[in-house]
């Protein structure tokens, strides 16, 4: 009887979200670190293949194409997924499933988010903590002397960069620099000219999945005339909006901080 | 009278191409900033299209003759597509300094293909050339859908790189590109009879001499190997190829001697005016990929001109 009533109490005691989500798939890998920090874990049954942090769930596709088949068979309650275009909200009756659709293009579009999912996963505590240790994060970026300005490559031929609509303008605006890129796009197809002109301080450029192997900016034939700095970056953690946004803010910040004696 | 209207329009496209960009240049006070922006990017990339847009001109003009036929061009004959395999594996393998090579290779493994099964017993058929041709341009184009797809995030460079453009110009692409053109050139211009005379049935051809399948196997590889250097350097440019040549004949001029040097000039001045719209066309230094131009204008001036002298010139002359 003792027993029991230990096993009870202590079963009170544990988080109340293990009890209330159902079976979640993330088709976003960009959110999985965020749901392992809300404690919801093992709710998670299937991820895209490309899922680093659930590494031992069912595989479901990529994220932009996802099987269906697959995912109606885990027969899930809650689909986190990037954009209407990667899972139409048409497919809620179909699948008989809530979606969640994540996509945040600015820092606190991201803290929003987590508080959204929070909520929806019953772990409202746990996401205000997380936002916390968030913000506090960013309270560690430090003032800069003077704006340094920035563009962003997302792809080199042709050439793409990062427009306002993109969480690569939050994190650079965030570490004290400007976006030279003012157009309100995600991508931007540029010209080189423009680029050249603008005469950026610093040149970001990524390499990832879509800029793969891109040649040195500082050794492009048509960048000769460019004084800027460059910088490359990860395009997994600079270019996909989540917790390590804020690392990466913090980054650019420090990396700016060494641009302004 | 008319090939001097020609060099007349190329002049006047390319100094309204340099003289026009994403950023404003007086080209007679220049300063050191708008003058690197002239030598190193607009100058190279102009003068890159002009030499695309002619060799495309070029490839089309030679592919029609090998297949005795008017809709030939460097996408039924299935080069442009199998260039393009080759171009997109090296985007897959992240080696995009070797693209060119890559697009060489697939544009020679597809001209390869076409001609063996177009062949039988040292005698090519025109007609199961274009079969093969486009049996060949779908096969690729599957296996590059198939590609884009396992590239997952990396399917958006695939598809703006595929789409065309010259963002890539730097001066020893040009002058390959130039020597290529130069050569292919000079190599057909000795033929311009032999070319007109294919034009009638093989039998008359041969009565006048000519080795019709050695023609047609060196005209096919010539203009293949144009149409790898153009999608290796450029990506996939739609329509040039098609429309230069039959602007040209619809103009009045079939025979080869003055078909041939037009559409070097007219498919210049194509590409470099196609490229100068999709270079200013939309605001704040944004870019148009130059396929979509070539397709979009070239489409709607072709068909306005087959709607209007299709009496006269297809049907019921």
Request: glycine fraction near 8%; charge should be positive.
């Amino acid at each position: 009887m003792k027993i029991r009533l230990i096993v009870i109490i202590c079963l009170l005691l544990l988080p109340v979200n293990l009890y209330a989500a159902g079976k979640i798939i993330v088709l976003y890998p960009a959110v999985s670190p965020i749901l392992s920090e809300l404690g919801v874990t093992k709710q998670v049954v299937g991820t895209t293949s490309s899922d680093e942090t659930f590494k031992d769930t069912v595989k479901v596709g990529s994220h932009l194409k996802p099987n269906i088949e697959i995912i109606t068979s885990l027969k899930p309650d809650l689909i986190i997924a990037g954009s209407k275009m990667t899972w139409p909200e048409e497919m809620r009756k179909s699948i008989n499933s809530e979606v969640f659709y994540y996509n945040p293009k600015t820092l606190n579009e991201i803290l929003e988010k987590i508080t959204e999912l929070g909520i929806l996963l019953n772990a409202p505590a746990q996401a205000a903590k997380l936002n916390e240790k968030l913000k506090a994060q960013l309270s560690a970026i430090k003032p800069i002397s003077k704006k340094i300005t920035v563009i962003y490559e997302v792809t080199e031929n042709p050439l793409r960069t990062a427009g306002i609509d993109s969480i690569e303008n939050s994190i650079i605006e965030t570490a004290g620099g400007i976006n030279l890129i003012k157009i309100e796009k995600k991508n931007v197809p540029i010209s080189i000219e423009k680029v050249i002109e603008l005469n950026p301080d610093l040149y970001i450029y990524q390499i990832g999945p879509m800029n793969k192997s891109p040649q040195k900016p500082q050794d492009r034939y048509q960048f000769k005339s460019l004084k800027s700095k460059f910088l490359s970056v990860n395009e997994l953690e600079f270019a996909r909006p989540g917790i390590n946004s804020f690392d990466e803010t913090i980054k650019l910040n420090k990396f700016f901080q060494g641009l302004c004696p | 009278m008319k090939m001097i209207g020609f060099i007349a329009i190329l002049l006047i496209v390319f100094l309204v191409s340099i003289s026009m960009g994403a950023v404003e240049i007086n080209p007679f006070n220049m300063t050191d900033l708008e003058q690197s922006i002239m030598l190193r990017v607009r100058l190279p990339r102009v003068l890159m299209a002009g030499l695309i847009g002619a060799a495309l001109a070029l490839s089309g003009v030679l592919f029609q003759y090998v297949m005795k036929n008017p809709l030939a061009d460097s996408f039924t004959t299935g080069v442009s597509a199998s260039s393009a395999v080759g171009a997109v594996v090296a985007i897959l393998l992240g080696i995009s300094e070797l693209i060119p090579l890559f697009a060489l290779l697939g544009g020679i493994g597809g001209l390869y293909l076409v001609y063996n099964i177009a062949s039988y017993k040292e005698y090519t058929q025109p007609i199961t050339m274009l079969l093969a041709g486009i049996v060949l341009s779908t096969f690729a184009t599957s296996l590059i859908s198939l590609m884009k797809y396992f590239s997952s995030d990396g399917v958006s460079s695939i598809i703006f790189w595929l789409m065309g453009g010259f963002q890539g110009a730097a001066p020893l692409k040009v002058l390959s590109l130039f020597i290529a053109l130069i050569l292919s050139f000079l190599i057909v211009r000795r033929d311009y009879l032999k070319l007109d005379i294919i034009c009638f049935d093989d039998a008359t051809a041969c009565g006048a001499g000519i080795d019709v399948n050695k023609m047609r196997k060196k005209l096919f590889f010539i203009a293949a190997l144009l149409t790898a250097f153009s999608v290796g350097y450029a990506g996939i440019i739609g329509f040039v190829g098609l429309i230069i040549p039959h602007l040209i004949r619809l103009s009045g001029l079939v025979k080869a001697s003055v078909l041939l040097p037009s559409s070097l000039l007219i498919g210049a001045s194509f590409m470099m005016a196609a490229d100068l719209i999709a270079r200013i066309i939309l605001r704040n230094g944004q870019e148009l990929p130059v396929g979509i131009i070539t397709s979009t204008v070239g489409g709607i001036f072709f068909m306005y001109l087959l709607m209007k002298r299709k009496k006269e010139l297809y049907y019921f002359s």
